[in-house]
């Protein structure tokens, strides 16, 4: 298997393949967001590769001082879940990426949120597989429009100051022009 940055073809077609299906709407960003900021080398994806077959995605925004990530999309192709290749290639990415980045921040969706017990249960799952692959739970919290969020975050301690101006740089880039329109809230 292979770990490899994608081109622009691949994310056009893993985000028209993949992501629609693998993240609720309201967390998409347009393709076109993420393809602009590819190209302004701002945004980059990673696909795990056997053969021509990918495996599993992630898509990652870099920080506008150049020091940190933020974990945009993670996910396993459905057809290959439950083999154990999730927790191998985010433990890969964190040994490969956190050479040349201090921090990989992330966003969990916090199950005080969910919209029933079945959700809830997803919820809590994916924050235990992200802190049994190394993700500390910052006191970080997150509001995105109508989507809430609890933040993690792999390699060097930080403090919940700097994590939260982290975010809001993140959110600025991604969201551009209607950055303030949108009901942004980061608390602590």
């Known amino acids: 298997m292979e770990l490899k940055t ?14 629609q299906t693998d993240f609720p709407a ?15 080398g701002h ?3 990673c696909g795990l590769f ?12 870099v920080s506008p001082c150049g020091k ?9 192709v459905k057809a290959f879940r439950g083999q154990k290749i999730g927790s191998r290639v985010l433990q890969t990415m964190q040994a490969e990426l956190l050479k040349t980045y201090q921090n990989i921040l992330g966003e969990v969706e ?6 029933d017990d ?14 049994r692959n190394n993700a500390i739970m910052s006191d970080v919290k997150a509001k995105v429009d109508t989507d809430r969020y609890l933040i993690i975050y792999f ?20 969201f551009g022009d209607t950055f303030n329109q949108k009901d942004i809230q980061i608390t602590a």
């Open 110 to 115: 916090d199950p005080d949120y969910s919209l």
């Open 155 to 174: 390699g060097d301690k930080m403090e919940t100051k700097e994590i939260k101006e982290q975010l809001w740089q993140f959110y600025k880039m991604l």
């Open 68 to 76: 940190y990530l933020i974990l945009d999309y993670y996910a396993v």
């Open 6 to 19: 994608l081109i622009e073809s691949e994310i056009t077609m893993i985000y028209n393949t993949h992501m």
């Open 26 to 40: 309201t967390e998409l960003k347009p393709l076109s967001t993420l393809l602009r900021e590819q190209k302004l």
């Open 118 to 131: 079945a959700d809830r249960s997803i919820r809590t799952r994916r924050i235990g597989f992200y802190e």
């Open 50 to 61: 056997e053969a021509d077959t990918l495996k599993a995605y992630a898509m990652f925004a």
């Open 43 to 45: 945004y980059f994806g």
